[in-house]
Nanobody, 121 residues
Framework: QVQVVESGGGLVQPGGSLRLSCQAS????????MSWYRRVAAKEREFVAE???????TYADFAKGRFTISRDNVKNMAFLQMDNLKVEDTAVYLC???????????????WGQGTQVNVSS
């Protein structure tokens, strides 16, 4: 069973920084990619950033220039460095792992529970 756990959220003032971590554990055959999403109240999840196994990076427009996604392939971890945070970045940040199950020829998506980020003065 695969588990995905986020950490690093908290309260920060506008203009501040936070570094989120995502740890995937369990029986993972292969990782196609890891990504971050965020959710505000009852709204839909919103894509933030993705990093694929070969290093391809994708960012939402609001994240470009402020957020940086990275990975530790050996430890199955992903990170989100968030700088120059704004009040509107307040949300629950969730990590998504896309696992490649080579033995059965399919991909499986695993989600974490999220970590709360509050940006407020």
């Amino acid at each position: 069973q695969v588990q995905v756990v986020e950490s690093g959220g908290g309260l920060v003032q506008p203009g501040g920084s936070l570094r989120l971590s995502c740890q995937a554990s369990g029986s993972i055959e292969g990782v196609y990619g890891m990504s971050w999403y965020r959710r505000v109240a009852a709204k839909e999840r919103e894509f933030v950033a993705e990093i694929r196994s070969l290093g391809t990076l994708t960012y939402a427009d609001f994240a470009k220039g402020r957020f940086t996604i990275s990975r530790d392939n050996v430890k199955n971890m992903a990170f989100l460095q968030m700088d120059n945070l704004k009040v509107e970045d307040t949300a629950v940040y969730l990590c998504k792992l896309v696992e490649s199950q080579y033995s059965v020829g399919r991909t499986v998506v695993h989600w974490g529970q999220g970590t709360q980020v509050n940006v407020s003065s």
